[in-house]
């Protein structure tokens, strides 16, 4: 392991495990560490990300185990994609606001106010 990645595991062990003086799980780092990659964020980001979870599912003390690193792995991605969908449908009112109205001819020598 380089040290930069010993750095981000110290980084995510601080800030997961706090006061335990029990390290995460090689499983759990390595969930967190594909996390970290796939959507390019900081320990520091994943943290604020698993603080906003933990006060959406509830729960008063929820713990960093194998199975919720991958319920927040999912939850993370889900929002992504709800993201994205909306900024699709807000491009595609866009382009259809912006297209441009036929103009009318105007015949028999009037002007555009029909005089």
Partial sequence: MNANMEDVVDELNNLFAGSSSTPLSKEVITE???ILRLH???PQELFYKW???CLKMG???TVMDLETVRSLKRDIQEALERESRGKN???NVEKRNVIPATPRGIGNNQDVFGM
């Fill in 32 to 34: 967190m560490r594909s």
């Fill in 40 to 42: 390019s964020i900081s």
């Fill in 51 to 53: 603080e906003s979870y």
């Fill in 59 to 61: 729960a008063e003390e």
């Fill in 89 to 91: 449908h807000l491009r």
